[in-house]
């Protein structure tokens, strides 16, 4: 363990972390060398005696001297930048090692790259493979290139870093990167090297990974046969480390699935692991300055900040989904505080407006009996959606509800079946309401799929031929009756 407490004292390796403030001030970030290098060998272990290279992805920690320590582990590097390069070159780096991934590369950089002699441009896009073409034409130079390929798996990972879905901006389509690849065979200043991918991050189990490599070893052979050499195979990073109860699968699982998968005979195989090789190696040592009392909890106020410390309170890194769902809250407001909540609240501005004009096309403009509900999450207060129920109008028009979860992420987490239940409990045990119904369109099957779960059943079907998402689709109607929901619900 790279840190642990010894004789009471949390210590780096053998050092004390007190005597490390002492000696160096705090803020301070402490690496553990024994603890990189552990996470290091345990990817060239399991490559033993295979003609692999590993890309330590510098993302993760562009350090210097973590870059340096790679380098003379072997390690080759995985860039997204100009700046990462300078850095790997800064620290003895060898760019014949260093795969330059990315989406949003610059004519600068990727001349930057040709210059220095990188070993790959990983290319994400077919107007990036133009480019790189021009720029490597211009210095007379042939780009050494492989695409990498959106292989369509779910990573089962957390939204934000989940890569390999066709939604995702990585990569480039798997039905068009045959198309692609006999372009690229065709232009001038590229060579062709390889093909690669890249599903997400803080993967915990094998087997999406060795889906995607299964994937991407179908379509490397079908290249092949069409007479483009691979000479490599590029599975990315993406494997999971513990931060509290997670549980992955060790490196030699992912190493072996993904050897199976590849099958014999294949060349050169490369990976280019971030979080699995850092990410559990170093600590951020910070002093409490102050216990700040407050009315609902006390402070301890220390001398590091976000700028320190950044993403974990911004990107909620790990995976605490059914957490969070547990923490669901639905709170009651009448529709006037409603855009006041939007408009009052800058931190949320964005997503609530989204959630908010989202929702609003949905209801009728002034139907004067509607309730609206904001979703949000307990654990930080976050704005995730809005349910509306409307109830029966003289006119003879049902009880009716609509939720909406503003952010494709947060779809299928189980938010939108979570406040269903607390609003059905709401509609029938407050309001006394015999029936609740809701429309939705036909194709939208997952939708379908949670209010079946919530207990509703199909009732009517309109023909309508609506234009949805390039789709023609009907209405379905479904109603959930409170005696049933009543027999399920006790
Ligand atoms: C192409 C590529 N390789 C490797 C990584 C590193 O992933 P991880 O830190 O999960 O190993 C990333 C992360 O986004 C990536 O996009």
Redesign the pocket.
Known sequence: MAFAYRNGKLCAEQLPLDELARRFGTPCYVYSRAAIELAYAAYSRALAGRNALICY?V??NPNLTVLALMARLGAGF?I?SGGELARVLAAGGDPGKTLF??VGKTELEIEQALLAGIRCI?LESEPELERVNAVAGRLGKRAPVAF?VNPDVDARTHPY?S?GLRQNK?GVAYDDAERLYAKAARMPNIEIHGI?C?I????TDPAPFVEATARIAALATRLETAGIPMAHIDL?????IRYRDETPRPVAEFVAGALGALGAGRAGLIL??????I?NAGLLLTRVEYVKPGAAKSFLVVDAAMNDLLRGSLVHLTNEDPEAVAKLEVRWQRDTEFHRLADSDPAELSSAKVIKEHFEKRMEADSPNRYSFSIRTLADDRLIGFVGLYLPQPSGCDAWVGISIGERELWGKGYGTDAMRLILRYAFHELNLHHVSLALHEYNTRAYRSYEKAGFRPEGHMRQDQLREGRRTDTLFMGILRAEWEINNH
């Not at 997400?200 to 993967?203: A, E, K, M, T, V």
């Not at 990315?236 to 999971?240: D, F, R, S």
């Open positions: 992805s993302k993760a995985d997204v991934s990315g990983n990498r870093i890569t990585f690669g890249h997400g991050s803080q993967l990315g990073g993406g494997i999971g280019d692991p971030g979080r699995s090789i990410g």
